[in-house]
C-alpha cells in the first residue's frame, strides 16, 4: 500500500470534517467516527500516523487514528477524556463539526519489515488505540503476517476498549491469539489478573517475533525490560511516542528529545533508536 498524504492538501490548515458516531467505550474513553461533509474519510494514512483534530475556539490536540488504511469510509480515533480539548469533544454530538489536518508522523513497518513476520502486539489502557490501526490493517492482509498474539491490558474490565475487536472479532481470526490481563481481581473477571510486563514473561511465547507496544510510559518502559528478559533484542520492538506530539511540523518543539522531533522522526521508533536519546522519554 502507497499512501498519498498530504497530496495537494496544505499540511497546516484544518479541513472541516462531521463527527458520523459516537461509540462509548470506557467511563471516560470515546471512539469518534468522523467523515467529510460529503462522506468519506478526510485523507489517507498508514498505521501509526496522527492527526490534528481542532475545534476553534478550544484549541486543538494531536492524536493516532485508530481505524485502519483500509477503511474508506471514515477515519476513527479513541479519545480519552484529559483536557479541554478532549472534555469539549466528549461533549459533542453526532453531526458537529470539528477541524482536521493530518496525517503526520511516520508509521509501522508494515509493508516491509512486518510483512511475513510472526507479530506480537502489547498495549496498556488507551495504548491498544494505535495498535488497533495496524492490528485491523493486519487481519485485512492476513495472509501477508505470520501469527499474530495480542497481550492487553488495563485496570479493571470496564477499563478495557474496543471490546467487539477484543471479544469476538480478533481471537476469531486465523492464527491470532488475544491475552487479556486486568491490574486487580473482580468479581465475575475469570481472565488473567496481573500487570502487563509480567504477564509477557508468564506467557512465555516465542523470542522470534516483531514486537510493537503501546501504553502509559511506565508500562512501556517494564515492558521492554520483560521483552529483553525473555530474549528479545531492542531491535526487534517498536513503540510509538506520539503523546509528545503538538504541532506536528517540527515548529513548536515541545517534542524534541535529544537530536530527534518526534512529529518528524517518530513517533513510531524501533527501541534500539531510543537508547541514543536522553533518559527523558
Known amino acids: 500500500m502507497s499512501c498519498n498524504c498530504q497530496k495537494n492538501v496544505d499540511s497546516l490548515i484544518p479541513q ?18 468522523i467523515i467529510t461533509p460529503a462522506g468519506g474519510k478526510s485523507f489517507d494514512f498508514l498505521p501509526g500516523q496522527c492527526a490534528m483534530i481542532s475545534i476553534p475556539p478550544i484549541g486543538e490536540a ?18 480519552k477524556k484529559c483536557g479541554s480539548v478532549t472534555e469539549c469533544l466528549h461533549s459533542m454530538e453526532i ?7 493530518g496525517p503526520y508522523g511516520n508509521h509501522f513497518p508494515v509493508n516491509d519489515v512486518l510483512r511475513g513476520r510472526d507479530l506480537l502486539f502489547i498495549a496498556g489502557g488507551i495504548g491498544l488505540a494505535p495498535l488497533r490501526s495496524v492490528i485491523n490493517y493486519i487481519m485485512d492482509n492476513r495472509r501477508d503476517y505470520g501469527t499474530v498474539d495480542i497481550i492487553y491490558g488495563a485496570r479493571s474490565p470496564e477499563d478495557l476498549v474496543h471490546q467487539e475487536d477484543i471479544m469476538n472479532f480478533w481471537p476469531k481470526q486465523i492464527n491470532t491469539k488475544v491475552h487479556l490481563t486486568v491490574d486487580r481481581a473482580v468479581d465475575g473477571w475469570s481472565g488473567h489478573v496481573g500487570f502487563v510486563p509480567s504477564y509477557i514473561k508468564e506467557l512465555g511465547l516465542a523470542n522470534n517475533k516483531v514486537a510493537l507496544v503501546c501504553g502509559p510510559p511506565i508500562m512501556i518502559k517494564l ?9 528479545f ?15 506536528g511540523v517540527g515548529k513548536c518543539g515541545r517534542c524534541n528529545i535529544g537530536d530527534k522531533y518526534v512529529c518528524k522522526d517518530g513517533p513510531v521508533f524501533r527501541c534500539d533508536e531510543l537508547q541514543q536519546l536522553p533518559d527523558e522519554y
Open 16 to 33: 472541516v470534517a462531521v463527527i458520523d458516531s459516537i461509540r462509548k467505550e470506557t467511563a471516560d474513553v470515546a471512539t469518534f467516527r
Open 62 to 79: 494531536i492524536f493516532s487514528i485508530t481505524s485502519s488504511p483500509t477503511e474508506q469510509r471514515f477515519l476513527e480515533f479513541s479519545i
Open 95 to 101: 453531526g458537529s463539526e470539528v477541524g482536521i489536518r
Open 223 to 231: 515492558g521492554l525490560q520483560a521483552l529483553e528478559q525473555v530474549g
Open 233 to 247: 533484542k531492542r531491535e526487534q520492538i517498536y513503540t510509538t511516542l506520539e503523546l509528545k506530539m503538538k504541532c
